[in-house]
């Protein structure tokens, strides 16, 4: 007797031992309490414009979250009913209900059956956290989890994960998001009938699809009504009135962003996963519920897109038909096969299409939603290229094609081969009001606004001008427009430059007029005197780029980006002062609390509750000049000469004052024109992906009138605000063409023809005083001119 009791002990000591191995074993990675009390579930992040209005999120599981005070009794009720009545009464484990499951099982075991489990809301929880995986590890796994779960957070908290956390089909996670992907109604507006809906869908929502499977899923739902009548949760003709509801579900459509700034997201995505990560940690982009305060303006951004697309496609519109987009099999299952396509469609009137029969010149056209159309031969009647034959003659079955209709007729369209991108900014703060990278972002991610390195060309120039007024040149300083070679080294040899289109020289001009008509030659000269190793010093400081101390530097020939040049202009505008460039504003996390913010500038008594009689408080902190401010207003009163006489007359249709410069590369390859107002700088570039000759295109006559539609849409309702002159200016009177001292003789009102302009002057810098019969007897016009004493007089003073 002693001996079976002495082995029965020892087995049961080892039966405990094992039992408290595996235990050990299973609970070895699982998170303890304290990591338990930390945990949240995956949130979108949302992603906000400069007012505050949702744009787009960022997300892979589509969750809005309730707190547990915010979600319907009723709907808890109906989870109740259907996956844990007795949740209120158990530690997490339902212990009758395991061993129904285990004895199912066992018989299962025999008949192949897939083992059934006996999961509680709190396990269901708990395998939420570590995976679906139909094993008994899994389970006992499970089973830790779960008491743990139940000792760190009371049941409403646990009800608030579950009911939060579960998936329920159409990419929808948590009873909220269901709600409006099945019914697009909110938790709060869905009937009891919904409600019950929404209860069976744990188990497998595939299973109980409204469209699919709808009598199972109505059999189903009436059930849990019979369990929500049985618990005590509703009445018998609630029940009855619920069951003889139809079960009628909203179409399945998967949420995207708004067509409308793709470019700048996106920028504003790889920005955000560079600095916070792409799933995990707890504000990473894709589930910690991030808010993000981009400074993209909605009617800036859709005139900025409006604009470059209408200028691609000007451009391309007499271009031959290059052929289809790509091809498709037009065998059964082609609306999903083309739905799957990516054609970059630009506008949203364009759609995309197979073709699926010929006749003769017309098509039989399909859409991916099954639809089909006719596209006449006349409505596709672009030559092929290198061929004889239309575009209609060339369609051939599963050639895929953008279309859009016209006058009730279904168009060719063709996606333009060029390119180029766009920038908007504030030149007050840095903030990028809008962003264009290409024609599509959908099937076109490439970035032109930010990634590609082109050459600006004579958007350049400015920039030598600028280092030429802080070097002794003035701008009515002579400079001469004639040839000009140098010798560079040894093996590279002479270099001699010439004007744009060949122009022959004109002889000695004011620099204002070599910027207005932006002539190569005097540009060089100016480069030249003044050095180019202070030329590309003060490129460097502006962000524009590195270059080395080259002449051909300043024709535009160092490489930049459309982003970097705009904030160059933008920080001349801004009286020489430094922007850094930004699409954020700020970034929140899901409890409010700023994590990162743009401008972290203290401002002591900002936020003071009422105005105490003092000055008004402002940030601290001092700018960092990059350029002498008088010599940025010098700069930028050259460059409203550009548009005013110069190579950027296309902007005078806009009648308010801008400055700006235009750009055109060697080949051409590049047109260019970045320029704005007092309070609004854009900068863009047309060109190929792979530099080719753009033909007679100049930045003037194909860049600027881009501007110009841009300009028409973006400044409609902002005030004609002339450009602020900064202490130390001065305003001078001088013949335009000679750059001589004018007296007596005045600006006209035709700004553009009138011989006398005011020209903007360092103090001690401008042109001296005439001699006195030459300023007394005749102006610049060569009529008798009256004296400022005279015309004051006549005048009634200055006014």
């Not at 094993?135 to 608030?160: C, D, G, N, V």
């Not at 073709?355 to 030559?383: E, M, R």
Request: glycine share 10%.
């Amino acid at each position: 007797m002693r001996k079976w009791i002495v082995t029965t002990v020892l087995l049961a000591s080892l039966l405990v031992l094992a039992a408290g191995g595996l235990w050990a074993w299973a609970a070895q990675d699982l998170p303890d309490e304290a990591e338990l009390a930390q945990f949240s579930a995956a949130l979108p992040s949302t992603v906000r414009d400069i007012d505050g209005n949702i744009v787009t999120s960022f997300t892979r599981e589509r969750r809005i979250y309730l707190a547990y005070n915010e979600i319907p009794p009723r709907l808890v009720q109906a989870f109740l009913s259907a996956e844990d009545k007795t949740f209120f009464e158990h530690g997490g484990l339902d212990w009758l209900g395991i061993a129904n499951a285990m004895i199912t099982n066992v018989e299962g075991w025999f008949t192949g059956r897939r083992p059934v489990g006996a999961s509680t809301i709190t396990q269901q929880v708990a395998k939420s956290l570590i995976g679906n995986e139909v094993t008994l590890t899994r389970k006992l796994r499970e089973a830790i989890l779960a008491r743990r779960i139940e000792k760190t957070f009371t049941k409403q908290q646990i009800l608030e994960l579950y009911l939060n956390q579960i998936f329920l089909g159409r990419n929808a996670y948590g009873v909220e998001a269901a709600a409006q992907a099945y019914f697009g109604k909110t938790a709060n507006q869905l009937d009891l009938a919904q409600l019950a809906y929404l209860a069976i869908l744990p188990k497998a929502p595939s299973t109980y699809s409204p469209v699919t499977q709808n009598a199972r899923a109505v059999a189903r739902r009436d059930y849990v009504l019979r369990q929500m009548l049985a618990n005590g949760y509703i009445g018998e003709a609630e029940r009855a009135a619920a069951a003889a509801e139809p079960l009628v579900a909203i179409r399945n459509v998967a949420p995207r962003a708004a067509r409308s700034s793709d470019y700048f997201i996106e920028d504003v995505r790889r920005t955000l996963l560079a600095r916070y990560g792409e799933s995990a940690g707890r504000n990473s982009v894709y589930g910690g519920g991030l808010w993000i305060r981009t400074s993209v303006d909605p009617q800036l951004q859709l005139a900025a897109e409006t604009a470059m697309r209408s200028g691609f496609l000007r451009y391309d519109r007499f271009r031959p038909w290059r052929g289809p987009v790509t091809r498709i099999e037009t065998g059964e299952g082609w609306p999903a096969r083309l739905a799957a396509t990516a054609v970059p469609l630009g506008s949203d009137a364009w759609r995309k299409a197979v073709v699926l029969a010929k006749s003769g010149a017309d098509s039989t056209i399909g859409f991916p939603n099954g639809s089909t159309a006719t596209l006449p031969g006349w409505a596709a009647s672009l030559p092929k290229r290198g061929t004889a034959i239309s575009a209609g003659q060339a369609l051939r079955p599963g050639d895929v094609v953008p279309v859009s209709p016209l006058k009730g007729v279904w168009t060719l369209r063709q996606v333009p081969e060029v390119s180029g991108g766009m920038v908007v900014e504030n030149p007050r703060t840095g903030q990028v009001l809008a962003m264009v990278g290409g024609f599509d972002a959908r099937a076109q991610s490439f970035n032109r606004a930010t990634q590609a390195q082109r050459q600006p060309g004579s958007a350049f120039k400015p920039i030598v001008y600028a280092t030429a007024l802080d070097n002794g040149f003035t701008p009515a300083s002579i400079v001469v427009d004639a040839p000009y070679c140098v010798f560079q080294t040894r093996s590279l040899g002479t270099k001699c430059f010439r004007n744009f289109g060949n122009m022959r020289s004109a002889g000695a001009q004011t620099m204002r007029w070599g910027l207005e008509q932006s002539r190569n030659l005097m540009t060089v000269r100016v480069a030249f005197n003044t050095g180019m190793d202070k030329v590309v010093a003060q490129a460097k400081a502006l962000g524009i780029g590195d270059y080395p101390p080259y002449l051909s530097v300043a024709l535009g020939a160092g490489e930049t980006t459309v982003m970097k040049l705009t904030n160059a202009y933008a920080q001349i505008f801004n009286a020489g002062r430094k922007l850094e460039p930004s699409l954020i504003e700020m970034v929140q996390d899901r409890t409010g609390k700023v994590i990162w913010r743009r401008d972290n500038r203290s401002c002591p008594g900002c936020a003071a509750p009422d105005w105490n009689g003092e000055p008004m408080p402002r940030p601290g902190g001092r700018p960092v000049q990059v350029m002498d401010a008088r010599t940025a207003y010098q700069t930028v009163h050259l460059m409203e000469g550009v548009v005013i006489r110069g190579t950027g007359t296309a902007l005078l249709a806009l009648d308010r004052p801008l400055a700006g410069k235009t750009g055109t590369t060697t080949g051409p390859n590049d047109v260019w024109f970045v320029g704005g107002t007092q309070d609004l700088v854009a900068g863009l570039y047309l060109g190929y992906d792979n530099p080719r000759n753009l033909g007679a295109a100049e930045g003037g006559t194909v860049a600027a009138p881009i501007w110009v539609d841009f300009g028409k849409l973006a400044l409609k309702d902002r005030p004609k605000l002339p450009f602020v002159i900064p202490p130390g200016i001065r305003m001078v009177r001088i013949e335009r063409r000679s750059g001589k001292r004018v007296f007596g003789d005045w600006p006209t009102a035709e700004e553009r023809r009138s011989p006398v302009i005011w020209e903007a002057f360092k103090p001690e810098s401008e042109p001296r005083r005439l001699g006195k019969a030459e300023a007394e007897l005749f102006g610049p016009s060569g009529r008798r001119v009256r004296s400022d004493a005279e015309f004051l007089r006549n005048q009634g003073g200055i006014y």
